[in-house]
């Protein structure tokens, strides 16, 4: 039985001729905070797509916590514990903000509440939603999002709909959280923040996270280490300033621009 909290074995997908991944093995440790970087068009997404269940594998396995998730539902695979955002943001844009949260937390057994005793709104069914919602608000703390929680998603700015976005994942209460690109059209400052927030959930929520992203001083800055895809397949791994350092990787990257 395998000891990671994530493992992929040869994992691939071929979209008509198109080899968009091949024979990728991961090995995240609990409380990683894993790098997977490469040129656009490198297979990236396509791999958080395949981790949950978006997409059907064409060859190879995934393991979280030593247990088969091949293959399985988008929905199954969230209650195993893997939560994601997206490169670009997916929010229920006509919603509050606490009520994107909300949506998360009513996935969660936790807070589970009988159709019958939600009908009939019953003490129980008061008591949980007064729960949820204490719960959300926490959630909204840590990402400087309390205030606003009554506002629209959609009127926010793109770096705090970002950070909903990752408050929105955390309530489905994951023991892997996958983030793909967190930083993109943020400046400098909230970049800086959100590599603080990330560190500060991992440790809160006893998390391991894998990250894909285009800023390199934030894979340095946070990634013990990282994996580097290319054409779809894996360049390298290793540690982070090691590989950063590769000629090779870096050929990769100016080949890109
Ligand atoms: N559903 C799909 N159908 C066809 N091709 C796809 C699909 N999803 C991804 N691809 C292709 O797979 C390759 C990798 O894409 P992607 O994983 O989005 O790259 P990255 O996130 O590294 O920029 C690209 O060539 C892309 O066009
Ligand atoms: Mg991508």
Redesign the pocket.
Known sequence: MSEFVLETQGLGIT??G?K??QNLNLQLNKNDLYGLI????????????LLTGV?KPTSGKVFLNGKEITGLSQESINRHGIARTF?NIRLFNNMSVIRNVLVGLHNRSQFHCSALSSMLHTPHYYENERLMRERAKELLRIFDLEDLRNELACSLPYGQQRKLEIARALATNPCLLLL?EPAAGMNPQETAELMNTIRFVRDEFDLTVLL?EHDMSLVSGICDRVTV?NF?TELTHGQTSKVLSDPEVVRAYLGDD
């Open positions: 979209f008509g198109l968009a991944l490469g040129p656009n068009g490198a297979g990236k997404t396509t791999v958080f797509n997409y490169q793909d894909i895809l779809g």
